[in-house]
């Protein structure tokens, strides 16, 4: 499952693991192998906040009617992954989800609306409340509103 990452992450090359899912999920429509199979995975396009390099994340979202949400949990680690805070510096941006690819903009939840969306990701993906467990920072939630 998810919560593998976590502990190999010393021994895994993220850049060639998301290279190589990115290439899966373009060739099968949104779905991958392995240990995302059986995942709903989005395609979150960011631009560096200090270098304007443009990167693609694969990330476990939540959606909600025609709201995604993804969430900067890095794994439970005590610090956010580069992709959130390129996104809040460049919230602008694009998704692929499925075989649609779209203009979102992505905007940072707080107070009880990230805990609502939290929760509800944590009751279909509990591996996300064992991350927010491990670190004392409040795991930040994003949606993905789309334009």
């Given at each position: 499952m998810l919560h593998t990452i976590e502990v190999?992450?010393?021994?895994?090359?993220?850049?060639?693991?998301n290279r190589s899912v990115i290439t899966e999920f373009r060739a099968n429509g949104g779905a991958v192998g392995g240990m995302f199979e059986g995942y709903p995975l989005v395609l979150v396009h960011h631009v560096g906040a200090k270098s304007g390099t443009e990167r693609i994340a694969p990330l476990v979202p939540f959606q909600e009617d025609d709201r995604l949400y993804i969430f900067a949990s890095k794994g439970g680690s005590d610090e956010n992954p580069a992709w959130y805070h390129n996104l809040v510096a460049n919230p602008e941006t694009k998704v692929e989800f499925g075989t649609e690819t779209y203009p979102v903009v992505a905007r940072v939840l707080d107070g009880a609306e990230r805990d609502e969306i939290y929760d509800k990701q944590s009751a279909v993906q509990p591996q996300f409340a064992e991350y927010q467990r491990k670190t004392s920072r409040v795991i930040p939630v994003i949606e993905l509103r789309r334009v």
């Open positions: 190999m992450a010393d021994t895994i090359d993220f850049d060639e693991m």
